[in-house]
């Protein structure tokens, strides 16, 4: 049974950064492309970023483009997503999936993400 386990949300202020993690059991992060989904309140839930299993490459939504990394680290089997220069819009409960592919259909059921709030 695949699991996720999604932390290190938290409150930063505009500007600041972050960094969240999804460890994973089940599989090995180098078997499945693993992506980041946010949703905040009111609003649809979106892809952030996604990194694929068979060559590393990453995939970034235009709005966090230049300003978020994702990472994997196979032998912690976790997915980190470092988030830089944060924006109020950016608040958000981030979820971390499978994905059949990056930009594919989603293969995994939400868990309960971690919260990050950007605010003064």
């Known amino acids: 049974q695949v699991q996720f386990v999604e932390s290190g949300g938290g409150r930063v202020q505009p500007g600041g950064s972050l960094r969240i993690s999804c460890n994973i059991s089940?599989?090995?992060?180098?078997?499945?492309?693993i992506a980041w989904w946010r949703q905040a309140p009111g609003e649809k839930r979106e892809g952030v970023a996604c990194?694929?299993?068979?060559?590393?490459?990453?995939y970034y939504a235009d709005s966090v483009k230049g300003r978020f990394t994702i990472s994997r680290d196979n032998a912690k089997n976790t997915v980190y997503l470092q988030m830089n220069s944060l924006k109020p819009e950016d608040t958000a409960v981030y979820y971390c999936?499978?994905?059949?592919?990056?930009?594919?259909?989603?293969?995994?059921?939400w868990g309960q993400g971690t919260q990050v709030t950007v605010s003064s």
């Open positions: 990194i694929s299993s068979d060559d590393g490459s990453a």
């Open positions: 089940g599989f090995t992060t180098d078997y499945y492309d």
């Open positions: 999936a499978t994905e059949s592919e990056c930009g594919g259909h989603v293969l995994s059921s």
